[in-house]
């Protein structure tokens, strides 16, 4: 069993930055993938980054690539999201996520088994 606890959404305006944290608890493996994935109102769950959680490169949906950044925190079994240059469209509920069963589809939220609760980010123009 494995549980995951996001932190730091907020609200922001356009161009500034947040800093979303997940920490997961219980029989995490090296070999796990961690994703995040975000759900404005009315859509589904969109992908925006993954990784593994022992190494490797982080995984970024072409929306975010080049503002977002995946790593890995200090912490034992937490993965830091810095949202740098926020947009309007990237208001919506932040989740992370643990593949426990990597299988190199680290983009389809279905591959995911755990989640967390979620944590709002709201960027106005």
């Known amino acids: 069993q494995v549980k995951l606890v996001e932190s730091g959404g907020g609200s922001v305006q356009a161009g500034e930055s947040l800093t979303l944290s997940c920490t997961a608890s219980?029989?995490?493996?090296?070999?796990?993938?961690i994703g995040w994935f975000r759900r404005a109102p009315g859509t589904g769950r969109d992908f925006v980054a993954a990784?593994?959680?022992?190494?490797?490169?982080?995984y970024y949906d072409d929306s975010v690539r080049g503002r977002f950044i995946m790593s890995r925190g200090n912490a034992k079994n937490t993965v830091i999201l810095q949202m740098n240059n926020l947009e309007p469209g990237d208001t919506a509920k932040y989740y992370c996520?643990?593949?426990?069963?990597?299988?190199?589809?680290?983009?389809?939220?279905?591959?995911?088994?755990?989640w967390g609760r979620g944590t709002q980010v709201t960027v106005s123009a």
């Open positions: 990784t593994r959680l022992s190494d490797g490169p982080a």
């Open positions: 996520a643990v593949d426990d069963q990597p299988r190199g589809r680290y983009a389809e939220y279905d591959e995911y088994y755990y």
């Open positions: 219980g029989n995490m493996e090296s070999n796990y993938f």
